[in-house]
């Protein structure tokens, strides 16, 4: 299984980025995916999370500005809006072959494979 993201850039506050993460090799009927990101010095934290059943998730801090989703059976994007400085953050995509628990606070050791990570800068 591969996750590769891609999307991340530099963007002044207020501005926008969408982050994509395809996957291959990966086929499960049942599954948890997830975006979670980690500042310097800081540990990962999740994001916004997705199910197989269609429900999502946010951290607190980005709801209302961030969307995830699924383009297709293989891509789950991060619609990101109205970014912050405190968004900068290498944004990761991370997926499991089970739903359990699936929120935006699911912890990373609960995910079995993860992306390489993208950068997010947002400029004040």
């Known amino acids: 299984v591969q996750l590769v993201e891609s999307g991340g850039g530099s963007v002044q506050a207020g501005g926008s980025l969408k982050l994509s993460c395809v996957a291959s090799?990966?086929?499960?009927?049942?599954?948890?995916l997830g975006w979670f990101r980690q500042a310097p010095g800081k540990e990962r934290a999740g994001v916004a999370a997705?199910?197989?059943?269609?429900?999502t998730s946010y951290a607190d801090s980005v709801k209302g500005r961030f969307t995830i989703s699924q383009d297709n059976a293989n891509t789950l994007s991060l619609e990101m809006n109205d970014l912050r400085p405190e968004d900068s953050a290498v944004y990761y995509c991370?997926?499991?072959?089970?739903?359990?628990?699936?929120?935006?606070?699911?912890?990373?050791?609960?995910?079995?494979?993860w992306g390489q990570g993208t950068q997010v800068t947002v400029s004040s």
């Open positions: 090799g990966y086929n499960q009927r049942s599954y948890c």
């Open positions: 991370a997926a499991r072959g089970r739903i359990g628990y699936c929120y935006d606070d699911s912890r990373p050791s609960e995910f079995s494979y």
């Open positions: 997705i199910h197989s059943d269609g429900d």
